[in-house]
């Protein structure tokens, strides 16, 4: 059984019950996976299923037909409210209406019962882990003398963000995250904002208990 590095204790893995709620998550990256792996079986009320992309094609419409394939086979239950999120990144993916058009089948599968969401980060999914451990908004003239945000969030977080550990904190980083965001002209998140604190406040209420500091 593997266990859940916390501050004050460890959390082992629990199965969960046959009425858990299962929350779909097709990720962009790697990184997605592993951070959203931590919460898999820390409460056995939910059941988070990180997915990753097939063979490197995080394209937002490649991820789409992956979803499309992967629900051929597996029904979300009305009953449990299952849900499927998208978490993908804005720096690569702007072009072309992609997230527009992700968004939108994603409004065309919702239901009641059922929703289908896109958690949309500006401009990469690191913006969302340094709203663990930072309270205000990164500052452009610090950003850009970096190569990459990952290489400035690096330089932020002493030894870098632990997927191991660091989820821990993502009450702080809901908090910090919605301090600061706000959506442009087109709906998309402005520059170093993050929708994954909606994914976040979702799953949240399932953990907290579990998670006390």
């Known amino acids: 059984m593997k266990a859940y590095l916390t501050r004050n204790k460890l959390y082992q893995r629990k199965a969960p019950s046959r009425e858990a709620k299962k929350v779909y998550i097709f990720c962009e990256g790697d990184r997605e996976v592993s951070y959203f792996n931590y919460f898999s079986g820390i409460s056995s009320n939910i059941d988070i299923i ?3 992309n097939e063979e490197g094609k995080s394209d937002p419409m490649k991820l789409r037909n992956q979803a499309i394939d992967y629900f051929q086979e ?9 849900e499927v999120w998208f978490v993908i990144d804005t720096d690569r993916w702007n072009e ?23 958690s949309q980060s500006n401009p990469s999914f690191e913006v969302w882990l340094y709203y663990h451990f930072i309270e205000d908004k990164p500052k452009e003239e610090e950003v850009k003398t970096y190569t990459t945000f990952k290489e400035f ?7 870098g963000f632990d997927a191991r550990k660091a989820p821990i904190h993502i009450k702080t980083a809901i908090d910090n995250s919605l301090k600061h965001f706000e959506r442009d002209d087109k709906g998309q998140p402005i520059r170093y904002t993050t929708e994954v604190h909606y994914l976040a406040q979702s799953i949240y209420p399932f953990l907290k208990e579990m998670m006390a500091l």
């Open 96 to 118: 072309n209406e992609k997230i527009t058009q992700l968004k939108t089948f994603c409004m065309q599968r919702k239901t009641d019962e059922n929703i289908w969401e896109v």
């Open 50 to 52: 990180p997915i990753g």
């Open 153 to 159: 969030l690096n330089h932020k977080i002493k030894g």
């Open 74 to 82: 597996i029904v979300l239950s009305p009953d449990y409210h299952d």
